[in-house]
């Protein structure tokens, strides 16, 4: 009888496995496949033949290798000044370097139009006539979007580094040079890599900053986006859509071959900061200007919100905001915070099942599973949308919030599905088969053991994946209707139509929503653990 229990209980897993995994292919793999098979020869020749083919390529690979090694010097400096110094307000510096993560892309764009166009604000107070438009501005532009994301990535890194073997170095007399290059580098070679390819495809793959400062400096991304969105021409599209698709899956590739295996190690003791006036008045001076350069755009959008009229009357009002909700941006707001919901409670879901089954529940299949959900990680937003678009033209759900929540599903799962799979993993491997002998379910260690100690891994998943969808323009921007539409789609609309006014209210409006809920969470979790904390006090008096 226990045979025949063990033996179905391994096969409603397994069937759970291939039924995931059909759902992953069916959203990923085959949107690919139909995309791929909509090229033509014809398309394909007339893409390769003209004479911008070659440029763009140039200003796609020149725009963001200039941007990731930009982004990837600026970061490690920074992680730098906090972790290795004794500056103060290093909370408050954090919080400052999420809120540029809080708005889309194209809102970094704007912000530099605003800033420093031929009528900026900057422009005209400092009375000169610089051009932000070309390769500059795309690299500024660039340099906002995804230096918190770098940053974030390399500072965790260096939080974490055990302190032993820089000890050691000092006692030997060791020259710091050579502790850098002998120590920090060899530590940071991995995570710096996954880094790299994380910011590298974020920036080539994005046409939200070059849409709006590129000029006649075009990218592959504009480039799709123009050919989609202005004239229609799906074949054209499915072509530099395989062109990105290219550098996307070798950069997800290298960054799995690189992951660390079975390279968890235990810190034996917390970096030793020695006092330094010089040093850490430096670091004040430089971590205050990659916060100010970075919050330029947020402080923009306020004071253009409340404007009269841009660039002639700056003065004070609320009518935008009244102008902008006449304009739809309410309904919109209400769509977007209806599929952030929808995507966060629906994507954590799968993202957790997901994790337990190829984490706990290891089985043949486990490793496919575990492949097919971070497949998606390599596809970029654009390149999913124009398949979605392709695979689902005509079908029930086209036109409506279910294909838009689904594709944001798609798009960011990977991400939380790795944290969920990472704190699994560290688990007590034996909690089901403990379970199991004691006569409980499976089902009941997941909800009354394995859920609370993951919660906050839970809450970040949710966190992610309501703020990526509230500020995405990529996969949607080809999927939303005029009922649909999301309101950071609205940006874009209202900078066409000159009507900055009314595009900064959606950007600041966009950012309160993500800071409401980036708050939320954040007292949810301070909570938790200061009652864990009082029961484990409890426990030991």
């Given at each position: ?408 599903i798609i798009h960011f799962i990977s991400s939380p599905y790795l944290m969920m799979y990472n704190s699994l993993s560290k688990l007590n491997e034996n909690l089901e088969n403990v379970g199991k002998t004691i006569g409980v379910s499976r089902f009941r260690i997941i909800i009354d053991v394995i859920i609370p100690q993951c919660k906050l891994t839970l809450m970040e998943m949710f966190s992610y994946f309501f703020v990526n969808s509230m500020m995405t323009i990529s996969a949607v921007s080809f999927l939303s209707t005029t009922k649909t539409k999301p309101v950071a789609l609205m940006i874009n609309q209202f900078e ?46």
């Amino acid at each position: 009888m226990k045979k025949i229990r063990k033996f179905a209980s391994a096969h409603k897993l397994n069937a759970t496995k291939v039924l995931l995994i059909c759902v992953f292919a069916a959203l990923v793999l085959i949107p690919l496949v139909r995309m791929l098979t909509n090229i033509n020869g014809e398309s394909l020749k007339s893409v390769l033949s003209q004479e911008s083919f070659l440029s763009l390529i140039s200003n796609s690979l020149v725009a963001t290798a200039l941007s990731t090694l930009t982004v990837l010097i600026l970061a490690y400096v920074l992680a730098i000044c906090v972790e290795r110094t004794n500056i103060k307000g290093k909370e408050i510096l954090n919080i400052l370097l999420v809120l540029p993560m809080l708005i889309p892309s194209i809102s970094h764009g704007m912000g530099l139009v605003v800033m420093f166009g031929n009528n900026g604000l900057i422009t005209r107070i400092l009375g000169f006539g610089g051009n932000i438009y070309g390769l500059q501005g795309i690299i500024l532009g660039s340099v906002m979007y995804a230096f918190p994301v770098a940053y974030l990535m390399i500072a965790d890194v260096l939080k974490y580094q055990d302190c032993s073997p820089y000890q050691a170095a000092d006692i030997l007399g060791i020259p710091k040079w050579r502790q850098f290059t002998s120590i920090t580098l060899p530590y940071l070679r991995k995570p710096l890599i996954s880094v790299t390819l994380a910011v590298f495809t974020m920036i080539i793959t994005d046409y939200g900053v070059p849409l709006m400062v590129g000029g006649m400096y075009k990218t592959l991304p504009v480039v799709l986006y123009q050919e989609i969105i202005g004239q229609l021409n799906f074949e054209k599209g499915s072509v530099y859509g395989l062109i990105l698709l290219i550098p996307a899956v070798i950069g997800f590739i290298f960054d799995v071959l690189n992951k660390d295996k079975g390279n968890s190690t235990f810190v034996s003791g917390k970096m030793l900061i020695k006092k330094n006036k010089l040093r850490d008045g430096a670091a004040y001076i430089f971590c205050g200007c990659i916060c100010f350069f970075l919050m330029l755009p947020i402080i923009v959008f306020g004071i253009l919100a409340f404007s009269k009229r841009y660039p002639s009357d700056i003065s004070f009002t609320i009518k935008n905001i009244s102008d902008a909700l006449r304009l739809n941006a309410g309904t919109y707001m209400l769509n977007s915070v209806k599929i952030a919901i929808l995507v966060a409670v629906i994507g954590v879901v799968l993202a957790f099942v997901t994790a337990y089954l190829t984490s706990r529940a290891k089985t043949k299949m486990s490793k496919a599973l575990h492949l097919f959900a971070i497949t998606s990680a390599a596809v970029p937003g654009v390149v999913l949308g124009l398949s979605y678009i392709l695979t689902f033209k005509g079908s029930f759900i086209y036109g409506t919030l279910a294909i838009l929540i689904m594709a944001n599903i798609i798009h960011f799962i990977s991400s939380p599905y790795l944290m969920m799979y990472n704190s699994l993993s560290k688990l007590n491997e034996n909690l089901e088969n403990v379970g199991k002998t004691i006569g409980v379910s499976r089902f009941r260690i997941i909800i009354d053991v394995i859920i609370p100690q993951c919660k906050l891994t839970l809450m970040e998943m949710f966190s992610y994946f309501f703020v990526n969808s509230m500020m995405t323009i990529s996969a949607v921007s080809f999927l939303s209707t005029t009922k649909t539409k999301p309101v950071a789609l609205m940006i874009n609309q209202f900078e066409a139509q000159m009507q900055l006014e009314e595009a900064a209210v959606v950007s600041l409006a966009i950012l309160l929503v993500n800071l409401l809920i980036k708050g939320i969470v954040a007292l949810i979790k301070k909570i938790s653990t200061k009652k864990k904390v009082s029961v484990f006090t409890e426990e030991a008096m």
